[in-house]
Structure formats: C-alpha cells, structure tokens
Nanobody, 126 residues
Framework: QGRLVESGGGSVQAGGSLRLSCVIS????????MGWFRQGPGKEREGVAT???????NYADSVKGRFTISQDNAANTLYLQMNSLRPEDTAMYYC????????????????????WGQGTQVTVSS
C-alpha cells in the first residue's frame, strides 16, 4: 500500500510564492513516476507537473517558467516550488504516484496513477 501526504498550501497574494511538499511512503518508490495535479473551483482536475526517477520533468503550459517540480530521493519527498502565483492557480493540489519509471504526457493521467494524497489548498488573491 502507498501513502502520500501533502503539505505547504496556504493563502498568498498574486505574485507570491509557495512550496508544496509530498512525503511518500510507497513500496518500491524507486520505480515510480510522480506528479502534481490540481483542481480549481468548478474545474476538472488537471496535471501540473511530473517527474521521472532520472529527473526528466514535464509541465503544463500554464505553469511553465513559474513552477518547478523536484524530488529528494533520500527523503522520499516530492516538491513543487510555485513562483509568480496568479489567482487562477487557486486550487486543491494533489501529489500522485504511478508505477513504472516513465511518466505519461501531462494531459494523460486518468486511471493511470495508483496513489493519491489528500490534497493541500492553495489560494491566491489578487
């Protein structure tokens, strides 16, 4: 069984920064693709960023140049550094793990990720 626990969400003004963390307790973590997803009010869940074990990353167009996904393998922790935040970034943010070393394209995720965290809320005010 796997367990993912997010933290680091909060309220911030537009232009501000937050760093989300996700502590991962997944068996054979070394063979997982990891990702951050979000679901804004009245919106469908969407992919934000993914990272493979060898460090290959992929981002949604809406966050490129502003968000950075990273991982600390020794600490089994996934991060999402979010800079230049915008009101449209307001959402519940989830981390997720998918078995297998390679991540699918950022827009293809439904039914593919085995484990999900409970989410952490990010609210950006204008």
């Amino acid at each position: 069984q796997g367990r993912l626990v997010e933290s680091g969400g909060g309220s911030v003004q537009a232009g501000g920064s937050l760093r989300l963390s996700c502590v991962i307790s997944v068996y054979t973590y070394s063979s997982y693709c990891m990702g951050w997803f979000r679901q804004g009010p009245g919106k469908e869940r969407e992919g934000v960023a993914t990272i493979e074990k060898d460090g290959v990353t992929n981002y949604a167009d809406s966050v490129k140049g502003r968000f950075t996904i990273s991982q600390d393998n020794a600490a089994n922790t996934l991060y999402l550094q979010m800079n230049s935040l915008r009101p449209e970034d307001t959402a519940m943010y989830y981390c997720a793990a998918k078995s297998g070393r390679n991540c699918p394209p950022i827009t293809i995720w439904r039914g593919l990720y085995n484990y999900w965290g409970q989410g952490t809320q990010v609210t950006v005010s204008s």
